[in-house]
């Protein structure tokens, strides 16, 4: 278990690191770790939803999909959440390339 949980920070950290590069699959990638909680990590729905919101965005028809299919276990609020997050992500990016 502990082996699972230093593998999944891992790769948590390093996606969060290349996220900042735009890559819709490095997104996408994020947004199936937090949908499936990826090495014991606890499931977290608005964090998925966030990811495969910014996939959807770079062009990734997954990210689209399987944003509507967490969009349908959320509540309108946690969603609005997920949104919020994902354009406040984005400004900062923007911010940085300025």
Request: aromatic share 6%; with cysteine; hydrophobic share 45%.
């Amino acid at each position: 278990m502990a082996n699972g949980l230093k593998s999944a920070q891992f790769l948590m950290q390093s996606r969060l690191s290349d996220a900042a590069g735009e890559s819709a699959e490095t997104c996408f990638d994020l947004g199936v770790a937090y949908s499936c909680g990826t090495g014991g990590l606890p499931v977290d729905l608005i964090e998925a939803h966030k990811w495969f919101n910014l996939a959807a965005l770079k062009g990734s028809e997954e990210g689209q999909t399987l944003r509507a299919e967490v969009a349908g276990e959320m509540s309108a609020r946690e969603i609005a959440e997920a949104q919020r997050q994902a354009r406040a992500l984005i400004a900062t990016a923007q911010r940085r390339a300025a």
